[in-house]
T-cell receptor, first 111, second 113 residues
């Protein structure tokens, strides 16, 4: 079951903050966040695991509410380089399930 | 370390034909997943392979099939192509399983005329 992302698109000015939400109808084991720039492959941002462990590499934070089956990605003090489409992917807590992505949130940062 | 490679990068076919796409994962990675990307639909899951075994299959018709070889390279095949199959096909490889970072290849852009 594909997770639902909101908003579908957002436009920010440099320095502004944004929140992208990801929700699932199933219990989640992990949530993955990726960013795809136009014409490029999706690039890993972070993974949030059941139990609270977070693994990531960039200065972008995220939360994982297991009870609500939701995750939120926080982009603070946005930069032009943050522009792209953000995808959340979920692994449902129901055994051998694949990584399934949402439809994406298109983020545009303007000067 | 070389990244995920996909061949060919671009492909133009006509309706009714079949096509085979190839994906070579990062060396040492045993997990390969395939996704179809179309505007507005995000990344639609096609298959997931691990050590030559298909672990999961997405909600696609039987015209879509795949396999993984002993060297972890993977192929996907689409038979009897339809106009709606036009898309970017991405493969991703991972070291262990889905709870680790997935590395995406550049994709194969398939156009069906």
């Amino acid at each position: 079951q594909q997770p639902v992302q909101s908003p579908q698109a957002v436009i920010l000015r440099e320095g502004e903050d944004a929140v992208i939400n990801c929700s699932s109808s199933k219990a989640l084991y992990s949530v993955h966040w990726y960013r795809q720039k136009h014409g490029e492959a999706p690039v890993f941002l972070m993974i949030l695991l059941k139990g609270g462990e977070q693994k990531g590499h960039e200065k972008i934070s995220a939360s994982f509410n297991e009870k609500k089956q939701q995750s939120s990605l926080y982009l603070t003090a946005s930069q032009l380089s943050y522009s792209g489409t953000y995808f959340c992917g979920i692994v449902a807590y129901s055994g051998n399930t694949p990584l399934v992505f949402g439809k994406g949130t298109r983020l545009s940062v303007i000067a | 370390k070389a990244g995920v490679t996909q061949t060919p990068r671009y492909l133009i076919k006509t309706r009714g034909q079949q096509v085979t796409l190839s994906c070579s994962p990062i060396s040492g990675h045993r997990s390969v997943s395939w996704y179809q990307q179309t505007p507005g639909q995000g990344l639609q899951f096609l298959f997931e392979y691990f050590s030559e075994t298909q672990r999961n299959k997405g909600n696609f018709p039987g015209r879509f099939s795949g396999r993984q070889f002993s060297n972890s390279r993977s192929e996907m095949n689409v038979s009897t192509l339809e106009l709606g199959d036009s898309a970017l096909y991405l493969c991703a490889s991972g070291s262990l399983d889905r709870d680790n970072e997935q590395f995406f290849g550049p994709g194969t852009r398939l156009t069906v005329l």
